[in-house]
């Protein structure tokens, strides 16, 4: 049998704590925590993790939003090229002007949804994702490089593939550019009075 364990020698092998750490426990949490599903009570104050998919936790508003905004794009891109039909073997002019228009605008929205305007929940799927994501065209553009290089119009094809990548980058670059001024403009006149105020992605 083993000696019984009371006395000096049973205190001596009494773990010590650390002021102001509580032991290790595993045994019923205290009141306040909820036990997660591997038996360890769950911290208290904070909420426990969400196992649902994602499909489940996306807002009805925000899809609501972007399918507007699709719907919206789309029949706007297609109401342009039934107005500027694109003749066989010439260069895609609405095509070109849809794309480099979107990434303009596309740029300069998001200057204003990210740093100007105060935090919103549907303008960014609204507009960025739906409106002007249907409204641009890859897949058209992609058609009629093809149409072009069937016809035997090499260098028209190549300018629509380079010409329209270089011609967006220069009009996203002067949206962010002209979006940038917007804000310094607004920023400077707030900062004198001691209002300035910045929004950011963080806070969507």
Do not use: C, Q
Not at 84 to 94: K, L
Not at 176 to 204: E, K
């Amino acid at each position: 049998m083993r000696a019984d364990e009371s006395g000096p020698e049973r205190e001596s092998r009494e773990p010590t704590y650390i002021s102001g750490a509580e032991p290790e426990s595993g045994g019923e949490p205290e009141s306040g925590g909820e036990p997660a599903p591997g038996g360890e009570p769950e911290p208290r104050g904070e909420p426990a993790p969400s196992h649902e998919p994602f499909r489940s936790r996306l807002r009805k508003g925000v899809l609501a939003a972007v399918a507007l905004g699709g719907v919206l794009g789309g029949s706007a891109r297609y109401v342009l090229g039934l107005t500027f039909p694109t003749p066989r073997g010439t260069f895609p002019v609405t095509t070109f002007a849809v794309n480099v228009s979107g990434a303009f605008l596309l740029a300069l929205l998001l200057v204003y949804v990210l740093e100007i305007w105060p935090p919103t929940r549907y303008v960014r799927p609204f507009a960025a994702i739906g409106f002007l994501g249907s409204f641009t065209t890859f897949s058209t553009w992609m058609v009629d490089t093809d149409r072009l290089l069937g016809h035997g119009h090499y260098a028209v094809a190549a300018f629509n593939v380079f010409g329209s990548l270089f011609a967006g980058l220069a009009a996203t670059g002067l949206g962010l550019a002209i979006g940038r001024m917007a804000l310094a403009r607004r920023v400077r006149p707030a900062a004198r009075h001691g209002r300035a105020r910045r929004y950011g992605w963080w806070v969507r």
